[in-house]
């Protein structure tokens, strides 16, 4: 089956520097990658979303890349702010890929940024 | 615009009992997927309801069950409450089942089974 692994490591940044999540896959590759942000205590919220024909998308000071090669997306925060400190999903589809909102999630990864 | 509401937000039940939740899409979504995450875990898939019916299902047992109604609201059953089922039960709504569609979640409900 499908699994998903994300940095199990909290990441701890400064303030300003570029943050880097990876999130690593088992077997098939997903039609597309979901990236969530989650608050304590508070629901995901979505990021972003990358099909698997594309490379890289951006989003303000968000990037997300795509190899279906490696099995592997990255998730950059450029620039980063204290309030970027959060826990980060990534999550994929699961066939059948016409069947949106189920979702695989990773175990998230907690990023801290510091003044 | 309303976005995806929750209730209740914090329930404590003992082993054996049961629990309802509820949940109620954001406007105009017709999709609503239940997801439960433990301390520390990504959330993990439930089931999703379209149109009324079950459409989609994760390794859940049969005491999780769920309904959606006419105006697309939803409500999470769990029978024979054990301790593992506490966790934290996310809703999130979409716009029919499509690809790639993003979720919006609720804020959840905290249930702790002693």
């Known amino acids: 089956s499908q699994k998903i692994e994300q940095n199990s490591e909290a990441l701890n940044i400064q303030e300003g520097k570029t943050a880097t999540l990876t999130c690593n896959y088992t077997?098939?590759?997903?039609?597309?990658l979901q990236w969530y942000r989650q608050d304590p205590g508070r629901g995901p919220v979505f990021l972003l979303l990358?099909?698997?024909?594309?490379k890289e998308k951006r989003k303000e000071r968000l990037k997300v890349t795509f190899d279906t090669t490696l099995k592997q997306s990255l998730f950059h925060i450029t620039a980063s702010q204290p309030a970027d400190s959060a826990t980060y999903l990534c999550?994929?589809?699961?066939?059948?890929?016409?069947?949106?909102?189920?979702?695989?999630f990773g175990q998230g990864t907690e990023l801290s940024v510091k003044p | 615009d309303a976005g995806v509401t929750q209730s209740p937000t914090h329930l404590i039940k003992t082993r054996g009992q049961q629990v309802t939740l509820r949940c109620s899409p954001k406007s105009g979504h017709d999709t609503v997927s239940w997801y439960q995450q433990a301390l520390g875990q990504g959330p993990q898939f439930i089931f999703q309801?379209?149109?009324?019916?079950?459409?989609q299902r994760g390794n859940f047992p049969d005491r999780f069950s769920g309904h959606q109604f006419p105006n697309y609201s939803s409500e999470l059953n769990v029978n024979a409450l054990l301790l593992g089922d506490s966790a934290l039960y996310l809703c999130a709504s979409s716009l029919a089942p499509t690809l790639g569609g993003e979720l919006f979640f609720g804020e959840g409900s905290r249930l702790t089974v002693l």
């Open positions: 309801y379209y149109e009324e019916e079950e459409r």
């Open positions: 077997n098939y590759s997903p039609a597309y």
């Open positions: 990358i099909r698997e024909n594309e």
């Open positions: 999550a994929l589809d699961i066939p059948p890929y016409n069947q949106g909102g189920k979702l695989i």
